[in-house]
């Protein structure tokens, strides 16, 4: 059983059913973050030109505002990512009603293997 599982698994990579890209966002979102706070404990240590009252102030509003905006591009690129998905579901649960729908009217449609029954004037009853 755990076989077919991980082949099913292997063919939705491979067929591309499976996206791996939001978890490639995610782990870069992460990183990005990193390198934000990196860069804004280096500027607060680094020589400033308008003096620690005016540069570390302009310093944390400057990490707060390009934390914000990279938590904004990351959720875009998300949000594009999860509609795909979404999407996918949609497809296959229509693909699933379809396919309900279709078996339903050939059952309706198929003959009965019941006998006939007849009515009290002789004639064929229909159930």
Same mark, same amino acid.
């Given at each position: 059983?755990q076989t077919n599982?991980f082949?099913?698994? +292997?063919?939705r =990579?491979?067929?591309?059913d499976?996206?791996?890209?939001?978890?490639? !966002?995610?782990a870069? =979102?992460?990183l990005?973050?990193?390198?934000?706070?990196?860069?804004?404990?280096?500027?607060?240590?680094a020589? &400033?030109?308008?003096?620690? /009252?005016i540069?570390?102030?302009l310093t944390v !509003?400057?990490?707060?505002? +390009?934390?914000l905006?990279? /938590?904004?591009f990351s959720e875009?690129? !998300?949000?594009?990512f999860?509609?795909?998905?979404?999407l +996918?579901? !949609?497809? $296959?649960l229509?693909?699933?009603? &379809? +396919?309900r729908?279709?078996?339903?009217?050939k059952a309706a449609n198929?003959?009965?293997?019941?006998s006939?029954?007849?009515n009290s &004037?002789g004639?064929v009853q229909? $159930?």
């Open positions: 059983m599982s082949a099913h698994s +292997t063919f =990579y491979l067929n591309l499976h996206l791996i890209a939001p978890f490639l !966002i995610k870069i =979102y992460w990005g973050i990193v390198v934000i706070l990196s860069a804004g404990f280096g500027s607060l240590f020589g &400033q030109d308008g003096g620690p /009252r540069g570390v102030p !509003i400057g990490v707060l505002l +390009t934390l905006l990279w /938590r904004l875009l690129l !998300i949000l594009a999860n509609l795909h998905a979404r +996918t579901e !949609i497809r $296959d229509l693909t699933l009603r &379809q +396919t729908v279709e078996s339903h009217r198929a003959p009965s293997l019941k006939p029954r007849l &004037q004639k229909h $159930d």
